[in-house]
């Protein structure tokens, strides 16, 4: 394949942004076929597309077969590329419309279960607020795994939620910190735990315990909580990464669980939920927002994060 400013350029001329696009979905959907039925193209229509775009480039961007098709070296590199390129168009046209409605656009945010249950959904209530236009996506993750791969593949514009600290992102990956979250030990109405003044840790160890199961990383601070005062971790009666599951059971009277200092000021109060007098330090969770490096944020994004900011000062005055 030729080199050179003059050959950059006559690529560019020739490229057709259709046909990129009909790439970048055949790519995707591994079918030529689907891709006809996704953009209402003739089967036809959708090869010389390809065929196309593989002569401008001077390379075989596709392998066919019987199966379907597969991209080859020439066509992961270009797919790579090509959905920046369609990811910068979309942000283009969002920041088009925002600028002629500042009021209107769109956030899409990747997080997980615990920051559902409390932080998030406090962020968008003030948010919508304030512009009830703009439109929300709310992508919840499984693991933080899920949520890098989420925002590189450019699914969601931010991830909030927990972070590890020192931040162990790569580089093209932006952080900030926006507060830490204490955790604390809490039972619901009834709980005969919430008649003591105080409660001795050890006393805690034949509760009825609901918290995240062996291995995940809050069930190891509560295990290293309880071993700094000299005792094994609690045994679980439920073990569940689940928070509606959690305050679920707290709220039956029968349980004790670990929440964020967050999650039972902002939810916790519909369930009665109340900090259990112990002496336990429990180390906080660190809760931040990450972003691509090299990917414009939208004017709505900008003013999310923004939000986000306020919320999380009033929180730790409150605090």
Not at 91 to 96: L, M, R, V, Y
Not at 151 to 160: K, P, S, T, Y
Not at 170 to 194: R, Y
Request: with cysteine; glycine share 6%; hydrophobic share 45%.
């Amino acid at each position: 394949m030729r080199t050179g400013k003059q050959w950059d350029e006559r690529i560019l001329q020739r490229l057709k942004l259709r046909d990129l696009r009909v790439f970048v979905t055949v790519a995707q959907s591994g079918s030529m076929g689907k891709t006809a039925a996704q953009l209402a193209m003739s089967q036809p229509a959708v090869s010389k597309a390809i065929a196309e775009l593989e002569r401008t480039l001077g390379v075989q961007l596709l392998d066919r077969s019987a199966q379907g098709v597969e991209t080859t070296r020439y066509g992961n590199a270009l797919l790579k590329w090509a959905v920046v390129v369609f990811d910068d168009l979309r942000q283009a046209t969002k920041e088009i419309n925002v600028l002629s409605d500042p009021a209107s656009g769109e956030v899409r945010i990747a997080t997980t279960d615990s920051m559902i249950a409390g932080f998030v959904p406090a962020v968008i209530d003030r948010f919508s607020r304030q512009y009830p236009r703009v439109v929300f996506d709310v992508v919840p993750a499984h693991t933080f795994a899920d949520q890098y791969k989420a925002l590189r593949e450019r699914a969601v514009d931010l991830i909030l939620g927990r972070m590890a600290v020192p931040f162990d992102g790569q580089d093209d990956l932006s952080s900030e910190i926006l507060f830490e979250d204490p955790m604390v030990i809490v039972a619901g109405p009834g709980s005969k735990w919430l008649r003591y003044r105080t409660i001795e840790p050890a006393a805690l160890l034949d509760a009825h315990w609901c918290i995240p199961p062996a291995l995940s990383v809050v069930r190891g601070l509560i295990v290293e909580a309880f071993r700094a005062k000299g005792l094994d971790g609690p045994a679980h009666s439920v073990g569940s990464n689940s928070i509606q599951l959690a305050t679920a059971l707290l709220a039956t009277g029968r349980f004790v669980g670990v929440l964020s200092d967050t999650t039972l000021r902002l939810s916790g109060k519909r369930f009665e939920l109340k900090r259990l007098p112990v002496d336990l330090e429990i180390r906080p969770l660190t809760t931040g927002i990450v972003t691509l490096k090299r990917r414009a944020l939208s004017p709505s994004v900008k003013l999310f994060i923004k939000c986000a900011h306020e919320v999380s000062s009033e929180l730790a005055k409150k605090r």
